[in-house]
């Protein structure tokens, strides 16, 4: 079973939801990085994403865009996003990781050799923000060769008839994209996540996980009262953003600041389903 | 006439005009590399045009628009005091800056925002970078009365301010575009992360051949007039086709307009002309075909100026309608199938074929085009002086002036 699976397998057993954190590989550098993603799973992350950095993040909002620049500006690249995976995984050997990203830097690494050194690392699936079904044969094969999950997105645009075909070469669990725009603006209700959660489990028994527009420990409750899955992105990286120095270097509460809001998003989602 | 078939209608299986197949694609270029939360709205784009293309009504509404609106058919014109200043070929310009609006971007416009209507759609977005495509969008939007909100790069607020002050007069909002380089791809970039936030009521009128199907094929199909009409009224004035026709390429749309109509007529000789800044060895250009590599950008596979990690690299070039780090994917493919000649022209050649064409023939060219001319200043001379060469003058260079007084030390 992949850790995808386990992990999702586990969490609905203790009948809770999962929270997955992100973090943009190299933001601000390495070492900041590396000590947040190592400290995530302790803070109570059950899945953790990794934005590897491009220099044109067109689905992504301000916030994101940002923790790109200073990404690539401290040297991050693919070759490094993957190495970050490798040191990870000599110490945590369950904790799903999914890189998630757009299509040039994977096309420039070659989607083969980048499908055998990302499960070679430990990675265990793919988000590819602009590789809809219709282009998926250029990275699909060689993922599925490799045992890496290509977890799809769902947009609130998606239809009932559209929504099949986005389906059919998703693994791994299903990512509901709860609103109408980039990352880290708008939140979507209580009421439009439920609205849209019966038409997407009719058509699949992946696990589903809500993102863009979840922030707050409630907002992260709420997902999972609705899915399987709460995805926080841009509040994490706000906070690790609004503790950098003038020059955009990493203060000495960075990694503290950002891992108690994890622990503060574990807990909205570890007392979700209590409160019902 | 050789060609009787419509623009974009189906033909022979040896045609280069038969383009791109069902999946959006050019040979391996092209398709649809957009956000799920788009794709449906591509598709529904896809399916208005399909269907506006089979309604003979469009083309009527659009026609009676050309004509009595952009001023339509453009003249063509022989250059007969730069061709004597050449000593060799004659040179003809497809004058395509007396359209209103001052630039070929208009044609296409037009065509968008009747689509658009069709549609529906009650806000129009769009992306510009020298300001050409803003300031037909603008255009077309005041005509119809609709909101418009063009995405410009702040360097090319900063370089073209007649344009972004006329787009503001028209009632446009301008929203100037920091992240990135601040050029035309971060424009493009803000542009679709608009669309995706306004899927409901918006239409995305993209300037350029490039972008997700069906935006190429569509935005050369509106273009095409270009070439069409030029075909005709040099049988009308030599009684024959071009020998070499050339153009300036950005993302390539006032070439993939001039040149589609002649891709199957085998003597004509193509010729596109990229920006190649401060010279191709200098890291500092715009030509993606002869300095870049494929990649996937803005919705399309094309030739894309990149690092070795996929990282998109910012182009240069003095003319900022050429900025651009990609090219419309069917010009990656004419590229690779060698049909069309991709050539480049720096910074300072296209200065000095500004000048030479503003004193020889008192038309002050727009410095996209004066790449183009600059091509023609090297190899007219060699031509027999029988040789026809044809060039896209795409837009009129008034927007330029200050640009050009600066590089040419002179103050305003």
């Given at each position: 079973m992949s850790r995808i699976a386990a992990r999702f397998e586990a969490l609905r057993a203790e009948n809770r939801g999962a929270l997955i954190t992100f973090l943009e590989a190299w933001d601000p550098d390495p070492a900041t990085s590396m000590a947040l993603l190592r400290g995530m799973p302790i803070a109570g992350a059950d899945l953790i994403e990794i934005g590897c950095p491009f220099?044109?993040?067109?689905?992504?909002?301000?916030t994101i865009q940002l923790a790109a620049k200073r990404a690539l500006a401290a040297g991050g690249s693919m070759m490094n996003s993957l190495a970050m995976v490798r040191d990870f995984r000599r110490e945590d050997d369950t904790t799903p990781i999914i890189l998630m990203g757009y299509l040039n830097p994977i096309l420039s690494y070659d989607p083969q050799r980048f499908c055998t050194d990302a499960a070679a690392a430990g990675v265990d699936g793919l988000i590819?923000?602009?590789?809809?079904p219709e282009e998926a044969a250029l990275l699909a094969p060689h993922a599925a060769a490799r045992g890496l999950d290509i977890i799809r997105l769902i947009a609130p645009t998606t239809d009932e008839q559209r929504l099949p075909l986005v389906l059919a070469?998703?693994?791994g669990f299903v990512y509901y994209?709860?609103?109408?725009?980039?990352?880290?603006t708008r939140t979507a209700s209580a009421a439009e996540l439920a609205a849209a959660m019966p038409m997407i489990r009719r058509h699949t028994d992946l696990p589903v996980a809500i993102g863009f527009g979840v922030r707050s420990p409630a907002q992260a409750a709420a997902a999972v009262r609705a899915a399987d899955g709460a995805v926080v992105a841009s509040a994490l990286i706000d906070t690790l953003a609004g503790s950098l120095?003038?020059?955009g270097r990493a203060g000495p509460d960075t990694v503290r600041r950002v891992l108690d809001q994890v622990r503060a998003l574990a807990d909205g989602v570890r007392s979700a389903r209590k409160s019902l | 006439m050789s060609d009787p078939a419509p623009p974009g209608a189906p033909r022979g299986a040896?045609?280069?005009?038969?383009?791109?197949?069902?999946?959006?694609?050019f040979g391996t270029f092209g398709g649809r590399f957009v956000a799920e939360t788009l794709m449906p709205l591509i598709l529904e784009v896809e399916q208005a045009y399909s269907a506006a293309r089979a309604d003979p009504a469009f083309q009527v509404e659009l026609d009676a628009y050309l004509k009595?609106?952009?001023?339509?058919?453009s003249p063509l014109w022989f250059a007969e005091r730069l061709t004597r200043h050449l000593g060799g070929a004659r040179v003809y310009l497809k004058?395509?800056?007396?359209?209103h609006t001052g630039a070929h971007k208009i044609n296409s416009c037009m065509g968008q925002i009747l689509l658009a209507r069709r549609m529906g759609k009650t806000r129009i977005i769009a992306e510009t970078g020298a300001g050409q495509h803003g300031v037909a969008t603008a255009t077309v939007c005041a005509l119809f009365g609709l909101p418009c909100t063009v995405y410009m790069g702040a360097t090319d607020v900063e370089r073209q301010k007649p344009n972004v002050f006329r787009m503001k007069l028209l009632g446009a909002e301008v929203k100037s575009v920091t992240s990135g380089a601040a050029t035309l791809k971060d424009a493009m970039n803000e542009a679709l992360r608009d669309w995706v936030a306004n899927v409901r009521d918006t239409y995305y009128l993209i300037g350029?051949?490039?972008?997700?199907?069906p935006y190429p094929a569509m935005v050369r199909d509106f273009q095409c007039i270009i070439g069409e009409e030029a075909k005709v009224q040099l049988q009308e004035a030599e009684g024959r086709l071009p020998d070499i026709a050339v153009a300036a390429i950005g993302g390539g749309s006032n070439a993939m307009g001039l040149f589609h109509p002649f891709?199957?007529?085998?003597a004509v000789k193509l010729v596109g002309v990229e920006a190649a800044g401060y010279g191709?060895?200098?890291?500092?250009?715009?030509?993606s075909l002869t300095g870049g590599r494929p990649g996937v950008l803005h919705g399309n596979r094309t030739y894309l100026l990149q690092d070795d990690d996929g990282q998109i690299t910012e182009a240069h070039s003095i003319s900022a309608g050429l900025d651009y780090p990609g090219i419309g994917p069917e010009h990656s493919w004419l590229h690779d199938i060698g049909r069309v000649e991709y050539v480049s022209a720096t910074d300072d050649e296209a200065l000095e074929a500004f000048q030479l064409l503003t004193r020889t023939e008192g038309i002050i060219p727009a410095l996209e085009p004066a790449h183009a001319l600059a091509h023609v200043a090297k190899i007219a001379p060699a031509l027999a002086k029988d040789a026809i060469i044809l060039v896209?003058?795409?837009?009129?260079?008034d927007k330029d002036i200050f640009t050009v007084a600066e590089h040419l030390g002179v103050k305003l």
């Amino acid at each position: 079973m992949s850790r995808i699976a386990a992990r999702f397998e586990a969490l609905r057993a203790e009948n809770r939801g999962a929270l997955i954190t992100f973090l943009e590989a190299w933001d601000p550098d390495p070492a900041t990085s590396m000590a947040l993603l190592r400290g995530m799973p302790i803070a109570g992350a059950d899945l953790i994403e990794i934005g590897c950095p491009f220099t044109d993040p067109m689905a992504d909002g301000p916030t994101i865009q940002l923790a790109a620049k200073r990404a690539l500006a401290a040297g991050g690249s693919m070759m490094n996003s993957l190495a970050m995976v490798r040191d990870f995984r000599r110490e945590d050997d369950t904790t799903p990781i999914i890189l998630m990203g757009y299509l040039n830097p994977i096309l420039s690494y070659d989607p083969q050799r980048f499908c055998t050194d990302a499960a070679a690392a430990g990675v265990d699936g793919l988000i590819v923000v602009d590789l809809p079904p219709e282009e998926a044969a250029l990275l699909a094969p060689h993922a599925a060769a490799r045992g890496l999950d290509i977890i799809r997105l769902i947009a609130p645009t998606t239809d009932e008839q559209r929504l099949p075909l986005v389906l059919a070469g998703s693994s791994g669990f299903v990512y509901y994209v709860s609103i109408t725009g980039v990352t880290g603006t708008r939140t979507a209700s209580a009421a439009e996540l439920a609205a849209a959660m019966p038409m997407i489990r009719r058509h699949t028994d992946l696990p589903v996980a809500i993102g863009f527009g979840v922030r707050s420990p409630a907002q992260a409750a709420a997902a999972v009262r609705a899915a399987d899955g709460a995805v926080v992105a841009s509040a994490l990286i706000d906070t690790l953003a609004g503790s950098l120095d003038d020059r955009g270097r990493a203060g000495p509460d960075t990694v503290r600041r950002v891992l108690d809001q994890v622990r503060a998003l574990a807990d909205g989602v570890r007392s979700a389903r209590k409160s019902l | 006439m050789s060609d009787p078939a419509p623009p974009g209608a189906p033909r022979g299986a040896n045609s280069f005009r038969s383009g791109p197949d069902g999946n959006g694609r050019f040979g391996t270029f092209g398709g649809r590399f957009v956000a799920e939360t788009l794709m449906p709205l591509i598709l529904e784009v896809e399916q208005a045009y399909s269907a506006a293309r089979a309604d003979p009504a469009f083309q009527v509404e659009l026609d009676a628009y050309l004509k009595n609106y952009v001023g339509r058919p453009s003249p063509l014109w022989f250059a007969e005091r730069l061709t004597r200043h050449l000593g060799g070929a004659r040179v003809y310009l497809k004058r395509e800056e007396l359209n209103h609006t001052g630039a070929h971007k208009i044609n296409s416009c037009m065509g968008q925002i009747l689509l658009a209507r069709r549609m529906g759609k009650t806000r129009i977005i769009a992306e510009t970078g020298a300001g050409q495509h803003g300031v037909a969008t603008a255009t077309v939007c005041a005509l119809f009365g609709l909101p418009c909100t063009v995405y410009m790069g702040a360097t090319d607020v900063e370089r073209q301010k007649p344009n972004v002050f006329r787009m503001k007069l028209l009632g446009a909002e301008v929203k100037s575009v920091t992240s990135g380089a601040a050029t035309l791809k971060d424009a493009m970039n803000e542009a679709l992360r608009d669309w995706v936030a306004n899927v409901r009521d918006t239409y995305y009128l993209i300037g350029t051949v490039a972008g997700p199907h069906p935006y190429p094929a569509m935005v050369r199909d509106f273009q095409c007039i270009i070439g069409e009409e030029a075909k005709v009224q040099l049988q009308e004035a030599e009684g024959r086709l071009p020998d070499i026709a050339v153009a300036a390429i950005g993302g390539g749309s006032n070439a993939m307009g001039l040149f589609h109509p002649f891709l199957d007529d085998a003597a004509v000789k193509l010729v596109g002309v990229e920006a190649a800044g401060y010279g191709l060895d200098s890291g500092k250009h715009a030509a993606s075909l002869t300095g870049g590599r494929p990649g996937v950008l803005h919705g399309n596979r094309t030739y894309l100026l990149q690092d070795d990690d996929g990282q998109i690299t910012e182009a240069h070039s003095i003319s900022a309608g050429l900025d651009y780090p990609g090219i419309g994917p069917e010009h990656s493919w004419l590229h690779d199938i060698g049909r069309v000649e991709y050539v480049s022209a720096t910074d300072d050649e296209a200065l000095e074929a500004f000048q030479l064409l503003t004193r020889t023939e008192g038309i002050i060219p727009a410095l996209e085009p004066a790449h183009a001319l600059a091509h023609v200043a090297k190899i007219a001379p060699a031509l027999a002086k029988d040789a026809i060469i044809l060039v896209n003058l795409s837009g009129r260079g008034d927007k330029d002036i200050f640009t050009v007084a600066e590089h040419l030390g002179v103050k305003l």
